[in-house]
T-cell receptor
Framework: DSGVTQTPKHLITATGQRVTLRCSPR?????VYWYQQSLDQGLQFLIQ???????AKGNILERFSAQQFPDLHSELNLSSLELGDSALYFC??????????????FGPGTRLTVT | DQQVKQNSPSLSVQEGRISILNCDYT??????FLWYKKYPAEGPTFLIS?????DKNEDGRFTVFLNKSAKHLSLHIVPSQPGDSAVYFC???????????FGTGTRLQVFP
């Protein structure tokens, strides 16, 4: 158990809809990362938050947004969903920045299916 | 543009033998490299890392080698055990960022 929790585990929704994925980092971790893993692909970095502030952005679509709340949990919002958004979405956390950020602890993921 | 590549989607090794997983990268601006292991229905877990200023790092049965001139990274597992059967992801972190760029993974199967 990594200490990172993600809800829900599975989500099935229709095209055009909007969903929210939730992540609670390990106790004490300030950084939260979101990754997307599509079929047969590696994990694609989406976005990082550190202590409530956006710190880095990857290949995140404009239809996607995220935030980190004062209690450090994070939410990833996906809107106007398309079939191609079906994927596993992982949240990870780490204690700090720089070298402390490399050992990231991953949650079990949320499997999103868009029909 | 895949900056971190794992060209072998799968590898099968007999228990007790050495497993060698390979990873190539195209960007010279990575300062840290890592290996993660992933079991089904779980998130990836950190295994071992190496700084770009080193060429080898060892942790028990796991050793990571870095060849900067070839832009090549490898993970050696010896001896391999059935519990090592998992998908292994190579990852790299660009200088001055905290993000990780992952390869597509290699599925390792260790058979008795």
């Amino acid at each position: 158990d990594s200490g990172v929790t993600q809800t829900p585990k599975h989500l099935i929704t229709a095209t055009g809809q909007r969903v929210t994925l939730r992540c609670s980092p390990r106790s004490g971790d300030l950084s939260v990362y979101w990754y997307q893993q599509s079929l047969d692909q590696g994990l694609q970095f989406l976005i990082q938050y550190y202590n409530g502030e956006e710190r880095a952005k990857g290949n995140i679509l404009e239809r996607f947004s995220a935030q980190q709340f004062p209690d450090l949990h994070s939410e990833l919002n996906l809107s106007s969903l398309e079939l191609g958004d079906s994927a596993l979405y992982f949240c990870a956390s780490s204690g700090g920045l720089g070298i402390e950020s490399y050992e990231q602890y991953f949650g079990p993921g949320t499997r999103l299916t868009v029909t | 543009d895949q900056q971190v590549k794992q060209n072998s989607p799968s590898l099968s090794v007999q228990e007790g033998r050495i497993s060698i997983l390979n990873c190539d990268y195209t960007n010279s601006m990575f300062d840290y490299f890592l290996w993660y292991k992933k079991y089904p229905a779980e998130g990836p877990t950190f295994l071992i890392s190496i700084s770009s200023i080193k060429d080898k790092n060892e942790d028990g049965r796991f050793t990571v080698f870095l060849n900067k001139s070839a832009k090549h990274l490898s993970l050696h597992i010896v001896p391999s055990q059935p519990g090592d059967s998992a998908v292994y992801f190579c990852a790299a972190s660009p200088y001055n960022t905290d993000k990780l760029i992952f390869g597509t993974g290699t599925r390792l199967q260790v058979f008795p």
